[in-house]
Every structure is written in C-alpha cells, then in structure tokens.
Nanobody, 111 residues
Framework: QVQLVESGGGLVQAGGSLRLSCAAS????????MGWYRQVPGQQRELVAN???????RYADSVKGRFTIARDNAKNTLYLQMNSLKAEDTGIYYC?????WGQGTQVTVSS
C-alpha cells in the first residue's frame, strides 16, 4: 500500500522560509518521479516542482529561484525548500507519485 505523508507546512510571513517533507512507503522510492503540487480553493491543482530518479528537476515558473526540490533515496523522503515566500504561494501542498497523493499540508503566507 502506497503512503505519502507530508509535513512542514504552517503560517509564515512574506519573505520567510519553510521546508516541506514527504515520507513515502510502499513504493520503490528511488525509481520514480516524485513531485510537489499546490492547490488553491477554486483552482486546479498545479505542479510546483518534480524530480526524476536521476535527480533532474523541473519547476513552475512562479517558483524558480526560490524553491528547491530534493530527494533522499536512503530515507524515502522528498523535500521542498521554500524561500522568499510570497502571499501567492499560499495553498495546500501535496506530494505525488504515479496516481497517488498525500493528504496535503497547508502553507499560509501572510503579507
């Protein structure tokens, strides 16, 4: 059974930082593309960043230069370091692999 458990969300002031974590189980973690998505009420879930098994990364234009995605294959954990946060980064952040989603973690950036 695949499980993705996110943590690290919270309330932060604009300009601050947060680091999200996603602990994965039930999959061969190192073999798969892992991603972070964000959803705002009334809008579609959108890709924030992903990383493939070789470590190649892709970012949404809105977060380039501010967010960094990383994976630790030894710990089966995915990370998202978010710096210089903006109010528009507010949303629920989900970890994703295949068709599986975590429960999400809320990030709120106050301006």
């Amino acid at each position: 059974q695949v499980q993705l458990v996110e943590s690290g969300g919270g309330l932060v002031q604009a300009g601050g930082s947060l680091r999200l974590s996603c602990a994965a189980s039930g999959i061969l973690f190192r073999a798969h593309v892992m991603g972070w998505y964000r959803q705002v009420p009334g809008q579609q879930r959108e890709l924030v960043a992903n990383v493939n098994p070789l470590g190649a990364t892709r970012y949404a234009d809105s977060v380039k230069g501010r967010f960094t995605i990383a994976r630790d294959n030894a710990k089966n954990t995915l990370y998202l370091q978010m710096n210089s946060l903006k109010a528009e980064d507010t949303g629920i952040y989900y970890c994703h692999v295949f068709s599986y989603w975590g429960q999400g973690t809320q990030v709120t950036v106050s301006s």
